[in-house]
């Protein structure tokens, strides 16, 4: 796995690189997998849209498609730093996995720390905000809840397989 370690506005951000090999044959295991943690600064929340349009487009999705799940990976980050509050002790960050699988794409976000409120994270399965994403067409599937006691969101955008011209 390869790392890249930025300094940005004084906050660092770290990201990782992994290609993988599936090793079924159902492809349960990722093809590629990037895992970032970033801070709670717009402009770094600005690479995770980046980090899954450029998952989009190596699994060969449609420019439109890229943009709209760029576009809710970043809402879905915001909404996950929104819970955390803004504590100065604790700075939340998130941390944003974009794993390419042969028929589809999954984006995790969870967030760093426990809110305090815990009764207000995102629990269950497509909640308001999920149904927007998905009734925008911005995403195929979204699934929410904890790991770790933490808040976690998952979009999902399948990708059609190409046909064979044979």
Known sequence: ??????QTAGRRATSGWQSLMPTDSEHTTPVVQI?????????????AGVIAGHSAQQAGLPEEAQ??????????????LALAGSDPKSPAEVHVTASRFA?????TIQLSIAPAH???????????HGDKLMKEGLVDEVQR????????????KYCRPVKSKT
Not at 1 to 6: C, K, L, V, W
Request: hydrophobic fraction near 35%; glycine fraction near 12%; aromatic fraction near 4%.
């Open 35 to 47: 895992v970032s943690w970033l801070h709670n600064d717009s402009r770094l929340l600005i690479g």
């Open 118 to 128: 815990a009764g207000h994270h995102p629990d269950g399965r497509d909640g308001k």
């Open 145 to 156: 809840g904890t790991r770790d006691g933490r808040p976690s969101i998952v979009l999902i």
């Open 103 to 107: 028929d589809r794409i999954e984006i």
């Open 67 to 80: 943009e709209h799940l760029a576009t809710a990976t970043k809402e879905a980050c915001g909404e996950l």
């Open 1 to 6: 796995m390869a790392y890249t370690i930025a």
